[in-house]
């Protein structure tokens, strides 16, 4: 007997092929070839191939599941289990929201939380997702990634078409990401685009990054200082234009003013006396992303509290802490950049090696 499917607003503009990778696993292309050929799919009772696009509402009728032949049997993929979440962790989960619309949930995600499990880290962002799943179906989704020590907007997908739709604006640059940081020492230019190439810094096991001008693939920043702490600390606003791996903290490192706190790439000079936190002071403080159904998310996260506490304690003024319009390329259109070209000289170029 033939099998019908009613198309989900999940599935709205996806191929066919895609549709039955994604609800008919173990299901070849040669097979879906073979059936949309011989008519045996129907849309909506018209013959369809594979890459046509189909719509939210409409019938697919599909030919009886096969019996699996005995050479060929394997075992279904099993489906994730869901986590099971303490109150408490569904509480603490729940409590970093600070945007839910139909496509999107925003949280603030605070410095020490890991976006994604690994080696030694049991709790993470992606394990507690299933307390953000509220009335949706399924739970939502990682789209990018923000460090663990590093605070701020991280946005997840409510749906699958979300995920599609929110990965390529950020795998196009299709985005604008503003982060604050407060940075030991001052830079000497108030607004400046950083141009070094970085490239995994060898037998580090890929787990650090450093400046590479002969190998290093192309990374781009923004820097603007807001405010400057005489000549001891500076609160600046950074806009990574592209999307390497510390690309931040590398260039902040190597033009001789390290992001406070990251003494994995700025050393004993990353951290100042006089009871400034030890913490990570690097904070993803606004995003700016298309939404699939048109309109903008226009969304920003307020300051962890150590991060809050070091702009009082510095006396920073917060005049100049709403970004100008960006020009093109985001940057400043007629100043100076610095480069491998330029920053030879500055101080701390010494530990462009990451």
């Known amino acids: 007997m033939s099998r019908e499917f009613v198309v989900g607003a999940d599935d709205d503009g996806i191929r066919l092929d895609r549709w039955v990778s994604r609800h008919l696993p173990g299901t070849s292309f040669n097979q879906v070839s073979r059936w949309a050929r011989t008519g045996q799919i129907r849309l909506d009772g018209a013959r369809v191939a594979p890459g046509d696009r189909i719509v939210a509402g409409q019938t697919l009728r599909m030919p009886p599941a096969e019996a699996p032949r005995i050479m060929a049997v394997s075992a279904p993929k099993p489906e994730r289990a869901k986590v099971q979440l303490s109150d408490d962790e569904i509480e603490f989960a729940q409590s970093l929201v600070i945007h839910k619309s139909q496509h999107a949930l925003v949280i603030n995600k605070p410095p020490g939380l890991a976006t994604q499990g690994g080696s030694g880290v049991d709790v993470h962002v992606d394990g507690l997702l299933d307390a953000l799943q509220f009335d949706e179906r399924s739970r939502p989704k990682l789209v990018h990634r923000l460090d663990k020590d590093t605070s701020g907007v991280l946005l997840l997908a409510r749906t699958s078409r979300a995920a599609a739709f929110f990965g390529k604006c950020f795998a196009t640059r299709e985005t604008r990401k503003i982060?604050?940081?407060?940075?030991?020492?001052?830079?000497?230019?108030?607004?400046?685009?950083?141009?070094?190439?970085?490239?995994?810094?060898?037998?580090?096991?890929?787990?650090?990054?450093?400046?590479?001008?002969?190998?290093?693939?192309?990374?781009?920043?923004?820097?603007?200082?807001?405010?400057?702490?005489?000549?001891?600390?500076?609160?600046?606003?950074?806009?990574?234009?592209?999307?390497?791996?510390?690309?931040?903290?590398?260039?902040?490192?190597?033009?001789?003013?390290?992001?406070?706190?990251?003494?994995?790439?700025?050393?004993?000079?990353a951290f100042l006396t006089g009871g400034v936190s030890r913490k990570m002071h690097l904070h993803a403080r606004r995003l700016v992303i298309a939404l699939p159904d048109g309109g903008t998310l226009d969304i920003e996260a307020e300051l962890p509290t150590h991060f809050a506490e070091t702009i009082a304690m510095m006396g920073f003024e917060m005049d100049s802490a709403v970004e100008p319009e960006p020009g093109p390329d985001y940057g400043p259109p007629k100043r100076r950049r610095l480069s491998s070209a330029t920053s030879g000289n500055r101080r701390g170029e010494r530990r462009s090696r990451g």
């Open 179 to 269: 982060y604050w940081a407060v940075v030991a020492g001052v830079p000497a230019l108030k607004d400046a685009m950083i141009e070094l190439p970085i490239s995994k810094q060898p037998g580090t096991g890929g787990e650090k990054m450093h400046v590479d001008q002969a190998n290093g693939l192309v990374a781009k920043s923004r820097f603007r200082r807001i405010d400057r702490a005489a000549d001891r600390a500076a609160l600046m606003e950074m806009q990574p234009l592209t999307g390497r791996t510390h690309q931040l903290r590398v260039h902040a490192a190597a033009t001789g003013t390290p992001i406070v706190g990251d003494g994995k790439y700025g050393g004993a000079a």
